[in-house]
């Protein structure tokens, strides 16, 4: 079984602060930051990770950003282009539960999803500084609860599918988690927003890694980055644009 990884975009999020990505670094630029979503093929079904955002006009609404989405990339349509239908995912697996992530996961009827127990647990009851990236805000019902009886939720890393596992990866958020895939071409780790850009893991000449500037537990944070590094994986970031121009991964 030779398994790949084909990120499939689903719009541009225009002038985003470079800062918001790398904590510290940045300040004054901005950036176009991609909405990914990935599928991992080869299996015995596809595995979807990340279903993405609503359209344009919630996220200005509700998020404040300018989302430019075409036809073509709209989950169904871009989905379609792969050769998939909605309903032949059966599985996908949520890195964490803010709206840029799972928005669309009630798209998939035939879907179970898996998210960390502790993400479930705090995107019920964030913080008021992370309730708007949870959707716990007055006026709204966040996305992901409308799947609320198909999620199952898991505690740390666990296999998911024959060379395909899910690993905690806190700090960004508590139930951070990245998916591990081999390949033909070695391990690749989808790592969520622990790794927005490539600049985040490519780090400066004063830290090796920077985290996100959105984030829960530091600490958790960097013992996280730790765990990457030891796992010997190429890492795959959540919302660089290189990221499609690569086509496949493995």
């Not at 073509?72 to 792969?82: D, G, K, N, Q, V």
């Amino acid at each position: 079984m030779s398994l790949t990884i084909r990120p499939l975009g689903v719009g541009q999020v225009l002038d985003v602060p470079l800062a918001s990505m790398t904590h510290g670094h940045g300040w004054g630029e901005k950036i176009e930051a991609s909405m990914i979503m990935f599928l991992i093929e080869g299996g015995p079904s596809p595995i979807l990770v990340d279903t993405g955002t609503l359209d344009p006009e919630f996220t200005m609404k509700h998020h404040g950003h300018h989302l430019v989405r075409t036809p073509a990339s709209e989950p169904r349509a871009i989905l379609a282009a792969a050769g998939y239908d909605l309903e032949d995912i059966k599985t996908v697996i949520n890195t964490h539960l803010h709206w840029d992530h799972c928005s669309n996961n009630e798209l998939f009827t035939k879907a179970d999803f898996i998210v960390q127990k502790r993400e479930l647990e705090y995107a019920i009851d964030p913080l008021p500084l992370h309730r708007k990236g949870y959707e716990k805000v007055p006026g709204l019902v966040p996305q992901w609860m409308s799947t609320w009886s198909r999620i199952h939720a898991v505690s740390g890393d666990e296999q998911i599918a024959e060379g395909v596992r899910v690993v905690s990866l806190p700090g960004h958020t508590p139930g951070s988690q990245g998916v591990l895939v081999d390949t033909a071409k070695g391990p690749f780790l989808i790592a969520g927003d622990t790794v927005d850009l490539h600049a985040n893991w490519n780090g400066s000449p004063s830290v090796s890694h920077i985290p996100s500037s959105i984030y829960t537990n530091l600490f958790e944070y960097y013992e996280s980055f730790q765990k990457i590094q030891d796992l010997g994986c190429s890492v795959i970031p959540s919302h660089d644009p290189s990221v499609l121009a690569t086509g496949a991964f493995g």
